[in-house]
DNA sequence: AATTAATTACGTATTTATACGTAATTAATT
DNA sequence: AATTAATTACGTATAAATACGTAATTAATT
Protein backbone atom coordinates (compact mmCIF):
# COMPACT_ATOMS: atom_id res chain seq x y z
CA UNK A 1 0.00 0.00 0.00
CA UNK A 2 1.33 3.66 -0.89
CA UNK A 3 2.23 6.03 1.41
CA UNK A 4 -0.38 9.48 1.29
CA UNK A 5 2.20 12.25 0.15
CA UNK A 6 1.41 15.14 0.99
CA UNK A 7 2.88 18.87 1.16
CA UNK A 8 3.04 20.87 3.80
CA UNK A 9 2.72 24.44 4.00
CA UNK A 10 3.01 26.97 6.97
CA UNK A 11 5.23 29.79 7.34
CA UNK A 12 6.80 28.80 10.58
CA UNK A 13 9.72 25.92 10.28
CA UNK A 14 9.05 24.65 13.65
CA UNK A 15 5.39 23.81 13.38
CA UNK A 16 6.05 22.31 9.91
CA UNK A 17 8.51 20.27 11.28
CA UNK A 18 6.42 19.38 14.23
CA UNK A 19 3.47 18.45 11.76
CA UNK A 20 6.06 16.26 9.45
CA UNK A 21 7.45 14.10 12.62
CA UNK A 22 3.56 13.99 14.04
CA UNK A 23 2.45 12.56 10.73
CA UNK A 24 5.59 10.49 9.09
CA UNK A 25 5.35 8.46 13.09
CA UNK A 26 2.38 7.14 11.81
CA UNK A 27 4.12 5.64 8.78
CA UNK A 28 1.30 5.53 6.23
CA UNK A 29 2.10 9.35 5.67
CA UNK A 30 4.95 10.68 3.87
CA UNK A 31 5.84 14.63 3.89
CA UNK A 32 7.40 14.69 0.48
CA UNK A 33 7.71 19.18 0.65
CA UNK A 34 7.38 22.31 2.66
CA UNK A 35 6.54 25.35 1.63
CA UNK A 36 7.35 28.33 3.42
CA UNK A 37 4.01 30.40 1.50
CA UNK A 38 1.08 30.09 -0.83
CA UNK A 39 3.39 30.81 -3.58
CA UNK A 40 5.59 28.30 -2.79
CA UNK A 41 3.18 25.40 -1.96
CA UNK A 42 1.56 26.05 -5.29
CA UNK A 43 4.99 25.83 -7.01
CA UNK A 44 5.62 22.73 -5.33
CA UNK A 45 2.48 20.95 -5.81
CA UNK A 46 2.34 21.65 -9.66
CA UNK A 47 5.60 19.40 -9.56
CA UNK A 48 5.38 17.01 -7.38
CA UNK A 49 1.41 16.75 -7.32
CA UNK A 50 0.93 15.10 -3.82
CA UNK A 51 -2.05 13.36 -2.93
CA UNK A 52 -2.96 16.22 -0.26
CA UNK A 53 -1.80 19.66 0.24
CA UNK A 54 -2.22 20.66 4.15
CA UNK A 55 -2.31 24.56 4.51
CA UNK A 56 -2.20 27.11 6.51
CA UNK A 57 -4.07 30.22 6.06
CA UNK A 58 -2.63 33.06 7.00
CA UNK A 59 0.88 32.97 5.07
CA UNK A 60 3.03 35.63 3.28
CA UNK A 61 2.89 36.13 -0.45
CA UNK A 62 -0.32 33.93 -0.76
CA UNK A 63 -2.52 33.06 1.22
CA UNK A 64 -3.73 29.11 1.79
CA UNK A 65 -7.32 29.72 0.78
CA UNK A 66 -6.17 31.63 -2.77
CA UNK A 67 -3.26 28.84 -2.99
CA UNK A 68 -6.03 26.02 -2.55
CA UNK A 69 -8.15 27.78 -5.21
CA UNK A 70 -5.10 27.87 -7.50
CA UNK A 71 -4.75 23.71 -7.18
CA UNK A 72 -7.46 23.41 -9.67
CA UNK A 73 -5.34 24.56 -12.55
CA UNK A 74 -1.68 23.46 -11.45
CA UNK A 75 -2.83 19.41 -10.08
CA UNK A 76 -6.41 18.74 -10.23
CA UNK A 77 -6.41 15.85 -8.51
CA UNK A 78 -4.52 17.15 -5.11
CA UNK A 79 -7.16 18.44 -2.26
CA UNK A 80 -6.12 20.39 0.63
CA UNK A 81 -6.59 19.78 4.17
CA UNK A 82 -6.88 23.23 5.80
CA UNK A 83 -4.89 23.45 9.15
CA UNK A 84 -5.68 26.91 11.06
CA UNK A 85 -6.18 28.38 14.53
CA UNK A 86 -9.10 29.97 13.00
CA UNK A 87 -12.76 28.54 13.62
CA UNK A 88 -14.46 30.81 12.27
CA UNK A 89 -17.68 29.94 10.21
CA UNK A 90 -16.28 32.18 7.51
CA UNK A 91 -13.00 31.35 7.08
CA UNK A 92 -14.79 27.37 7.01
CA UNK A 93 -17.23 28.31 4.47
CA UNK A 94 -14.60 30.29 2.38
CA UNK A 95 -12.13 27.17 2.72
CA UNK A 96 -15.34 25.33 0.83
CA UNK A 97 -15.72 27.62 -1.97
CA UNK A 98 -12.06 28.01 -2.71
CA UNK A 99 -12.51 23.85 -3.16
CA UNK A 100 -11.06 22.76 -0.01
CA UNK A 101 -11.87 19.09 1.09
CA UNK A 102 -11.15 19.60 4.82
CA UNK A 103 -10.99 21.91 7.51
CA UNK A 104 -8.91 21.45 10.86
CA UNK A 105 -7.94 23.18 13.75
CA UNK A 106 -3.89 23.69 15.23
CA UNK A 107 -6.23 22.19 18.19
CA UNK A 108 -6.53 18.55 16.26
CA UNK A 109 -4.91 15.50 17.57
CA UNK A 110 -2.63 13.01 16.11
CA UNK A 111 -5.69 10.64 15.58
CA UNK A 112 -7.95 13.34 13.52
CA UNK A 113 -5.42 14.27 11.97
CA UNK A 114 -4.55 10.88 10.40
CA UNK A 115 -8.10 9.66 10.00
CA UNK A 116 -9.13 13.36 8.60
CA UNK A 117 -6.22 12.57 5.24
CA UNK A 118 -7.61 9.09 4.86
CA UNK A 119 -10.93 10.25 4.94
CA UNK A 120 -9.94 12.85 2.00
CA UNK A 121 -7.88 10.78 0.00
CA UNK A 122 -10.95 8.55 -0.21
CA UNK A 123 -12.69 11.57 -1.32
CA UNK A 124 -14.45 12.49 1.00
CA UNK A 125 -14.64 15.92 2.86
CA UNK A 126 -13.39 15.94 6.59
CA UNK A 127 -14.42 19.19 8.83
CA UNK A 128 -13.57 18.70 12.20
CA UNK A 129 -16.18 18.92 15.55
CA UNK A 130 -19.62 19.26 15.39
CA UNK A 131 -19.93 22.51 13.11
CA UNK A 132 -18.66 20.32 10.25
CA UNK A 133 -22.21 18.54 9.41
CA UNK A 134 -23.57 21.48 9.70
CA UNK A 135 -21.54 24.06 7.43
CA UNK A 136 -21.17 21.57 4.85
CA UNK A 137 -24.46 20.78 4.34
CA UNK A 138 -25.71 24.23 4.88
CA UNK A 139 -23.07 25.46 2.39
CA UNK A 140 -24.81 22.76 -0.01
CA UNK A 141 -28.54 23.78 0.52
CA UNK A 142 -27.52 26.75 -0.40
CA UNK A 143 -26.43 25.84 -4.08
CA UNK A 144 -28.64 23.13 -4.23
CA UNK A 145 -31.99 25.73 -4.91
CA UNK A 146 -29.62 26.71 -7.90
CA UNK A 147 -29.00 30.34 -8.96
CA UNK A 148 -32.44 31.30 -8.16
CA UNK A 149 -30.82 31.19 -4.82
CA UNK A 150 -27.30 33.10 -4.95
CA UNK A 151 -29.58 36.18 -4.23
CA UNK A 152 -30.51 35.07 -0.98
CA UNK A 153 -26.48 34.25 0.18
CA UNK A 154 -26.20 36.90 2.58
CA UNK A 155 -28.90 35.34 4.32
CA UNK A 156 -26.92 32.95 5.69
CA UNK A 157 -22.62 33.87 5.80
CA UNK A 158 -21.67 36.68 4.64
CA UNK A 159 -18.12 35.67 2.89
CA UNK A 160 -18.69 38.16 -0.05
CA UNK A 161 -18.45 41.92 0.94
CA UNK A 162 -19.01 42.87 -2.75
CA UNK A 163 -16.05 44.95 -2.08
CA UNK A 164 -14.39 46.72 -5.28
CA UNK A 165 -11.43 46.82 -6.80
CA UNK A 166 -10.72 50.52 -5.91
CA UNK A 167 -12.13 49.81 -2.49
CA UNK A 168 -9.77 47.22 -1.91
CA UNK A 169 -7.38 49.20 -2.58
CA UNK A 170 -8.26 52.05 -0.26
CA UNK A 171 -9.28 49.82 2.19
CA UNK A 172 -5.54 48.62 2.29
CA UNK A 173 -4.36 52.08 3.04
CA UNK A 174 -6.50 52.93 5.65
CA UNK A 175 -5.60 49.66 7.01
CA UNK A 176 -2.14 50.75 7.11
CA UNK A 177 -3.00 53.48 9.26
CA UNK A 178 -3.01 56.36 6.43
CA UNK A 179 -5.70 59.43 7.13
CA UNK A 180 -7.67 60.69 4.34
CA UNK A 181 -5.41 62.95 3.21
CA UNK A 182 -2.46 60.84 2.62
CA UNK A 183 -4.39 58.59 0.73
CA UNK A 184 -5.65 61.27 -1.32
CA UNK A 185 -2.68 62.79 -1.65
CA UNK A 186 -1.14 58.77 -2.70
CA UNK A 187 -3.99 58.47 -5.39
CA UNK A 188 -4.12 62.12 -6.28
CA UNK A 189 -7.61 61.96 -5.91
CA UNK A 190 -10.07 64.25 -3.69
CA UNK A 191 -10.30 63.69 0.07
CA UNK A 192 -13.83 64.10 -0.72
CA UNK A 193 -13.65 60.95 -2.77
CA UNK A 194 -11.76 59.00 -0.43
CA UNK A 195 -14.32 59.78 2.55
CA UNK A 196 -16.84 58.93 -0.06
CA UNK A 197 -15.23 55.30 -0.56
CA UNK A 198 -14.11 54.69 3.56
CA UNK A 199 -17.87 55.36 3.75
CA UNK A 200 -19.41 52.86 1.28
CA UNK A 201 -16.46 50.20 2.72
CA UNK A 202 -17.49 50.57 6.74
CA UNK A 203 -21.03 50.19 5.43
CA UNK A 204 -20.32 47.10 3.30
CA UNK A 205 -18.27 45.37 6.02
CA UNK A 206 -20.92 46.53 8.98
CA UNK A 207 -18.29 48.41 11.07
CA UNK A 208 -18.30 51.27 13.15
CA UNK A 209 -14.98 52.37 14.08
CA UNK A 210 -11.60 52.00 12.37
CA UNK A 211 -10.59 49.67 15.43
CA UNK A 212 -13.85 46.88 14.10
CA UNK A 213 -12.45 47.00 10.54
CA UNK A 214 -8.89 46.38 11.59
CA UNK A 215 -10.22 43.46 13.99
CA UNK A 216 -12.19 42.37 11.10
CA UNK A 217 -9.85 42.46 8.17
CA UNK A 218 -7.25 40.62 10.60
CA UNK A 219 -10.01 37.64 10.92
CA UNK A 220 -10.85 38.26 6.94
CA UNK A 221 -7.56 38.88 5.48
CA UNK A 222 -9.29 38.08 1.82
CA UNK A 223 -11.17 40.85 2.07
CA UNK A 224 -7.96 43.30 0.82
CA UNK A 225 -6.35 40.66 -1.41
CA UNK B 1 22.96 10.86 32.50
CA UNK B 2 19.69 12.29 33.80
CA UNK B 3 17.48 13.11 31.04
CA UNK B 4 16.32 17.39 30.67
CA UNK B 5 12.71 17.67 32.52
CA UNK B 6 11.10 20.14 30.97
CA UNK B 7 7.35 21.35 30.81
CA UNK B 8 5.83 22.79 27.87
CA UNK B 9 3.28 25.83 27.62
CA UNK B 10 1.34 26.99 24.63
CA UNK B 11 -2.26 27.49 24.09
CA UNK B 12 -2.38 25.17 20.89
CA UNK B 13 -1.83 21.28 21.00
CA UNK B 14 -0.69 20.49 17.54
CA UNK B 15 2.73 22.87 18.63
CA UNK B 16 3.20 21.20 21.97
CA UNK B 17 2.87 17.91 20.53
CA UNK B 18 4.91 18.73 17.57
CA UNK B 19 7.74 20.36 19.98
CA UNK B 20 7.40 17.55 22.43
CA UNK B 21 7.53 14.56 19.46
CA UNK B 22 10.74 16.57 18.14
CA UNK B 23 12.45 17.13 21.50
CA UNK B 24 11.98 13.68 22.61
CA UNK B 25 13.17 12.48 19.42
CA UNK B 26 16.74 13.15 20.46
CA UNK B 27 16.31 11.09 23.73
CA UNK B 28 18.22 13.60 26.59
CA UNK B 29 14.95 15.78 26.35
CA UNK B 30 11.53 14.69 28.41
CA UNK B 31 8.93 16.41 28.40
CA UNK B 32 6.95 15.30 31.96
CA UNK B 33 4.30 18.00 31.51
CA UNK B 34 2.47 20.33 29.33
CA UNK B 35 0.58 23.54 29.81
CA UNK B 36 -1.86 25.47 27.81
CA UNK B 37 -1.26 28.83 29.52
CA UNK B 38 0.07 30.47 31.64
CA UNK B 39 -0.84 29.92 34.72
CA UNK B 40 -1.37 26.33 34.48
CA UNK B 41 2.44 26.92 33.71
CA UNK B 42 3.22 27.80 36.42
CA UNK B 43 1.03 25.52 38.80
CA UNK B 44 2.64 22.51 36.81
CA UNK B 45 6.75 24.06 37.49
CA UNK B 46 5.41 24.39 41.35
CA UNK B 47 4.56 21.01 41.45
CA UNK B 48 6.73 18.97 39.14
CA UNK B 49 9.94 21.49 39.37
CA UNK B 50 11.67 20.90 35.73
CA UNK B 51 14.89 21.93 34.81
CA UNK B 52 13.14 24.02 32.23
CA UNK B 53 10.05 25.57 31.46
CA UNK B 54 9.42 26.16 27.59
CA UNK B 55 6.75 28.86 26.81
CA UNK B 56 5.25 30.56 24.38
CA UNK B 57 4.79 34.41 25.11
CA UNK B 58 1.02 34.93 24.11
CA UNK B 59 -1.54 32.67 25.76
CA UNK B 60 -4.67 33.10 27.70
CA UNK B 61 -5.01 34.01 31.19
CA UNK B 62 -1.41 34.33 32.03
CA UNK B 63 1.43 35.06 29.55
CA UNK B 64 4.49 33.76 29.26
CA UNK B 65 6.52 36.66 30.48
CA UNK B 66 4.64 36.88 33.59
CA UNK B 67 4.49 33.14 34.35
CA UNK B 68 8.27 33.97 34.16
CA UNK B 69 8.61 36.22 36.39
CA UNK B 70 6.49 33.78 38.49
CA UNK B 71 9.19 30.84 38.66
CA UNK B 72 11.45 32.40 41.26
CA UNK B 73 8.54 32.02 43.34
CA UNK B 74 7.26 28.90 42.80
CA UNK B 75 10.63 26.77 41.60
CA UNK B 76 13.73 29.00 41.98
CA UNK B 77 15.95 26.46 40.36
CA UNK B 78 13.51 26.01 37.19
CA UNK B 79 15.06 28.00 34.27
CA UNK B 80 12.62 29.62 31.43
CA UNK B 81 13.33 29.48 27.44
CA UNK B 82 10.90 31.18 25.27
CA UNK B 83 9.99 30.00 22.20
CA UNK B 84 7.71 33.13 20.36
CA UNK B 85 6.94 33.86 16.74
CA UNK B 86 8.22 37.31 17.63
CA UNK B 87 11.52 38.63 17.67
CA UNK B 88 11.09 42.36 18.34
CA UNK B 89 13.91 43.18 20.77
CA UNK B 90 11.44 44.75 23.06
CA UNK B 91 9.92 41.01 23.76
CA UNK B 92 13.43 39.94 24.02
CA UNK B 93 14.43 42.34 26.90
CA UNK B 94 11.41 42.28 28.61
CA UNK B 95 11.70 38.41 28.77
CA UNK B 96 15.41 38.85 29.78
CA UNK B 97 13.78 41.29 32.54
CA UNK B 98 11.38 38.74 33.80
CA UNK B 99 14.35 36.15 34.34
CA UNK B 100 14.10 34.11 30.98
CA UNK B 101 17.30 32.19 29.95
CA UNK B 102 17.14 31.75 26.49
CA UNK B 103 14.34 33.03 23.76
CA UNK B 104 14.39 31.24 20.04
CA UNK B 105 11.73 31.81 17.55
CA UNK B 106 9.71 28.88 15.94
CA UNK B 107 11.42 28.87 13.07
CA UNK B 108 14.53 27.41 15.44
CA UNK B 109 16.01 23.67 14.01
CA UNK B 110 16.10 20.92 16.00
CA UNK B 111 19.48 21.21 16.39
CA UNK B 112 19.42 24.68 17.80
CA UNK B 113 16.63 23.77 19.96
CA UNK B 114 18.73 20.87 22.05
CA UNK B 115 21.83 23.07 21.59
CA UNK B 116 19.64 25.99 23.66
CA UNK B 117 18.49 23.74 26.35
CA UNK B 118 21.73 21.63 27.48
CA UNK B 119 23.20 25.14 27.36
CA UNK B 120 20.37 26.42 29.04
CA UNK B 121 20.94 23.71 31.47
CA UNK B 122 24.76 24.89 32.31
CA UNK B 123 23.88 28.00 33.73
CA UNK B 124 24.08 29.46 30.33
CA UNK B 125 21.77 32.07 28.55
CA UNK B 126 20.51 30.99 25.29
CA UNK B 127 19.52 33.34 22.75
CA UNK B 128 18.88 32.77 18.45
CA UNK B 129 20.83 34.09 16.32
CA UNK B 130 22.93 37.67 16.02
CA UNK B 131 20.85 40.03 17.94
CA UNK B 132 21.51 37.57 20.94
CA UNK B 133 24.82 38.66 22.01
CA UNK B 134 24.05 41.96 21.38
CA UNK B 135 20.58 42.29 22.97
CA UNK B 136 22.16 40.60 26.27
CA UNK B 137 25.22 42.95 26.50
CA UNK B 138 23.51 45.54 26.27
CA UNK B 139 21.29 44.59 28.52
CA UNK B 140 23.83 44.10 30.69
CA UNK B 141 26.23 47.18 30.05
CA UNK B 142 22.72 49.00 31.27
CA UNK B 143 22.64 47.41 34.30
CA UNK B 144 26.79 47.47 35.04
CA UNK B 145 26.40 51.04 35.99
CA UNK B 146 24.39 50.38 38.83
CA UNK B 147 21.28 52.70 39.87
CA UNK B 148 22.77 56.06 38.49
CA UNK B 149 22.08 54.52 34.52
CA UNK B 150 18.75 53.28 35.63
CA UNK B 151 18.16 56.80 34.60
CA UNK B 152 19.05 56.05 30.84
CA UNK B 153 16.95 52.99 30.27
CA UNK B 154 14.86 54.66 27.68
CA UNK B 155 18.01 55.36 25.67
CA UNK B 156 18.39 51.35 24.45
CA UNK B 157 15.04 50.14 24.43
CA UNK B 158 11.62 51.15 25.54
CA UNK B 159 10.25 48.86 27.21
CA UNK B 160 8.52 50.28 30.18
CA UNK B 161 6.20 53.39 28.87
CA UNK B 162 5.18 54.61 32.41
CA UNK B 163 1.25 54.07 31.73
CA UNK B 164 -0.38 54.35 34.94
CA UNK B 165 -2.46 52.07 36.47
CA UNK B 166 -5.81 54.22 35.46
CA UNK B 167 -3.89 54.99 31.79
CA UNK B 168 -4.08 51.16 31.21
CA UNK B 169 -7.86 50.91 32.16
CA UNK B 170 -8.83 53.53 29.61
CA UNK B 171 -6.19 51.97 27.00
CA UNK B 172 -7.82 48.69 27.17
CA UNK B 173 -11.01 50.21 26.70
CA UNK B 174 -10.05 52.24 23.86
CA UNK B 175 -7.88 48.77 22.25
CA UNK B 176 -11.49 47.51 22.33
CA UNK B 177 -13.00 49.83 20.17
CA UNK B 178 -14.76 51.98 22.68
CA UNK B 179 -15.50 55.32 22.37
CA UNK B 180 -14.73 57.81 24.51
CA UNK B 181 -18.04 58.84 25.45
CA UNK B 182 -19.03 55.60 26.17
CA UNK B 183 -15.32 55.16 28.40
CA UNK B 184 -16.54 58.42 30.22
CA UNK B 185 -20.03 56.56 30.61
CA UNK B 186 -18.58 53.42 31.85
CA UNK B 187 -15.89 54.42 34.21
CA UNK B 188 -18.11 57.97 35.58
CA UNK B 189 -15.98 60.65 34.48
CA UNK B 190 -16.39 63.68 32.17
CA UNK B 191 -15.54 62.78 28.56
CA UNK B 192 -12.73 65.54 28.90
CA UNK B 193 -11.25 63.50 31.62
CA UNK B 194 -11.26 60.69 29.07
CA UNK B 195 -9.73 62.98 26.39
CA UNK B 196 -7.29 64.20 28.02
CA UNK B 197 -5.57 60.42 29.49
CA UNK B 198 -6.24 59.33 25.45
CA UNK B 199 -3.98 62.09 24.65
CA UNK B 200 -1.31 61.41 27.49
CA UNK B 201 -1.24 57.71 26.59
CA UNK B 202 -0.74 57.93 22.97
CA UNK B 203 2.05 60.55 23.71
CA UNK B 204 3.74 57.88 25.74
CA UNK B 205 3.29 55.54 23.42
CA UNK B 206 4.62 57.71 20.56
CA UNK B 207 1.86 56.78 18.33
CA UNK B 208 0.25 58.88 16.39
CA UNK B 209 -3.54 56.83 15.56
CA UNK B 210 -5.86 54.47 16.90
CA UNK B 211 -4.10 51.99 14.16
CA UNK B 212 -0.75 52.59 15.06
CA UNK B 213 -1.77 52.35 18.49
CA UNK B 214 -3.55 48.84 17.68
CA UNK B 215 -0.60 47.45 16.00
CA UNK B 216 2.06 48.12 18.99
CA UNK B 217 -0.57 46.90 21.79
CA UNK B 218 -0.80 43.63 19.97
CA UNK B 219 3.04 43.72 19.28
CA UNK B 220 3.20 44.46 23.06
CA UNK B 221 0.79 42.98 24.73
CA UNK B 222 2.36 43.75 28.26
CA UNK B 223 1.65 47.66 27.66
CA UNK B 224 -1.86 46.46 29.17
CA UNK B 225 -1.38 43.73 31.49
C1' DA C 1 -25.70 50.62 -28.31
C1' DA C 2 -27.94 50.28 -24.00
C1' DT C 3 -27.56 49.19 -19.41
C1' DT C 4 -25.26 48.60 -15.22
C1' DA C 5 -21.58 49.24 -12.07
C1' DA C 6 -17.83 51.83 -10.42
C1' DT C 7 -15.57 56.05 -9.62
C1' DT C 8 -15.35 60.71 -8.45
C1' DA C 9 -16.67 64.60 -5.84
C1' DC C 10 -19.48 67.82 -3.98
C1' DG C 11 -23.26 70.15 -0.44
C1' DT C 12 -24.75 70.12 4.09
C1' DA C 13 -24.41 68.97 8.76
C1' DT C 14 -22.64 67.02 12.72
C1' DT C 15 -19.79 64.38 15.65
C1' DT C 16 -15.55 62.97 17.27
C1' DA C 17 -10.97 63.30 18.18
C1' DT C 18 -6.54 65.78 18.48
C1' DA C 19 -3.67 69.29 20.54
C1' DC C 20 -1.90 72.26 23.98
C1' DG C 21 -2.16 74.50 28.21
C1' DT C 22 -3.74 75.34 32.96
C1' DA C 23 -4.90 73.96 37.47
C1' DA C 24 -7.43 71.94 41.40
C1' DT C 25 -7.93 67.73 43.91
C1' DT C 26 -6.65 63.26 45.43
C1' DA C 27 -3.51 59.56 46.21
C1' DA C 28 0.95 57.80 46.91
C1' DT C 29 5.59 58.25 48.32
C1' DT C 30 9.29 60.07 50.98
C1' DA D 1 4.20 66.72 57.09
C1' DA D 2 6.12 67.70 52.76
C1' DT D 3 6.72 66.32 48.28
C1' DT D 4 5.64 63.98 44.22
C1' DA D 5 2.65 61.59 41.16
C1' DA D 6 -1.80 60.62 39.46
C1' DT D 7 -6.36 61.93 38.45
C1' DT D 8 -9.79 64.96 36.99
C1' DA D 9 -11.50 68.43 34.07
C1' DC D 10 -11.77 72.57 31.91
C1' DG D 11 -10.64 76.62 28.09
C1' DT D 12 -9.44 77.33 23.53
C1' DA D 13 -8.76 75.94 18.96
C1' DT D 14 -8.55 73.00 15.20
C1' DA D 15 -8.42 68.95 12.47
C1' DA D 16 -10.39 64.90 11.06
C1' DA D 17 -13.89 61.79 10.45
C1' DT D 18 -18.74 60.34 10.07
C1' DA D 19 -23.18 60.59 7.82
C1' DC D 20 -26.44 61.20 4.24
C1' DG D 21 -27.74 62.65 -0.13
C1' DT D 22 -27.09 64.02 -4.96
C1' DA D 23 -25.18 63.56 -9.42
C1' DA D 24 -21.84 63.65 -13.29
C1' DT D 25 -18.41 60.88 -15.52
C1' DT D 26 -16.07 56.75 -16.67
C1' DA D 27 -15.63 51.86 -17.10
C1' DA D 28 -17.48 47.43 -17.55
C1' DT D 29 -21.02 44.35 -18.87
C1' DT D 30 -24.81 42.79 -21.55
Do not use: W
Not at 35 to 59: C, F, H, T
Not at 204 to 215: A, H
Request: glycine share 8%; aromatic share 4%; proline share 2%.
Amino acid sequence: MDTIKVILADDHVIVRNGIKILLESEGEVEVIAEASNGQEAVDKVKQLKPDILISDIRMPIMNGLEATAELKKVSPDTKTLILSMHDDEEYIIKSVECGASGYLLKDTTKEEFVKALRSILEGHKYFSGDISDVLVNGYLNKNTGGSASSSDSGTMVKTDYHITKREKQILQLVYEGHSNKEIADELGKSIRTIETHRFNIMKKLGVGNITELIRKIDSEPYIIS
